[in-house]
């Protein structure tokens, strides 16, 4: 069926390096997606979004790249610190979807002091 | 604004009990969703409401899942009897316009274990 996953379940990085997560899609009708963080005790936080019209957008030390070819989604964090140590999920909303997210699975994203 | 609040934080009960997990949106937000997150299946959209009317129930597990949301403050996910396998945590959101990103809040959730 259509799902929106992720290819690493956890990513290790030293803190100060950048690190990339990935995320998969199926739906080629998908025309929006987000990053969200998730850390341990609380809901997912939004992060950075993107349109399909765009290939690449830009935030404070995080910046998303969307290639619809290959339907596939990346997170780069740059200079990573510790208080970015959380789960992140992409999500992406259908066009005609009415108001309804679908989530991937999560990365676990853990910065080493 | 304190954000979305849910309670209770942590629910442990046995299996076929009831139990009622709340959810309080944002003042002003016209949609509320209803999350569950399992290690297993991530974050899946239950049921969620706009102006109090549910909209969309089709992520509900089964009948014995339902949700309320009687005013515009107030929300109830039900589960009766409840199971081990609805262990999950559950997330309330709740949003002013339809869930373009960073219009979406989520609550702190509540964390239900079903012995």
């Known amino acids: 069926g259509e799902s929106v996953g992720l290819h690493l379940p956890t990513l290790s990085v030293q803190e100060g390096d950048n690190s990339i997560i990935n995320c998969a899609y199926s739906?080629?009708?998908?025309?929006?997606f987000i990053w969200y963080k998730q850390e341990s005790g609380k809901g997912p936080q939004f992060i950075i979004d993107i349109r399909s019209n765009m290939d690449k957008r830009q935030g404070q030390r995080v910046t998303v790249l969307l290639n619809k070819t290959v339907k596939h989604l990346s997170l780069q964090i740059a200079a990573t610190q510790p208080g970015d140590s959380a789960v992140y999920f992409c999500?992406?909303?259908?066009?005609?979807?009415?108001?309804?997210?679908?989530f991937g699975t999560g990365t676990r994203l853990t910065i080493i002091p | 604004d304190a954000g979305v609040i849910q309670s209770p934080r942590h629910e442990v009960t046995e299996m076929g009990q009831e139990v009622t997990l709340r959810c309080k949106p944002i003042s002003g937000h016209d949609y509320l969703f209803w999350y569950r997150q399992t290690m297993m299946r991530g974050l899946e959209l239950l049921i969620y409401f706009n102006n109090n009317v549910p909209i969309d129930d089709s992520g509900m597990p089964e009948d014995r899942f339902s949700a309320k949301m009687p005013n515009a403050s107030f929300s109830t996910l039900k589960i009766q009897p409840s199971e081990p396998r609805d262990s999950a945590v559950y997330f309330c959101a709740s949003s002013l316009f339809p869930p373009r990103g960073e219009k979406l809040f989520f609550g702190s959730g509540t964390q239900l274990s079903v012995l």
């Open positions: 739906n080629s009708a998908s025309d929006y």
């Open positions: 999500a992406e909303m259908r066009a005609g979807g009415n108001e309804k997210l679908t």
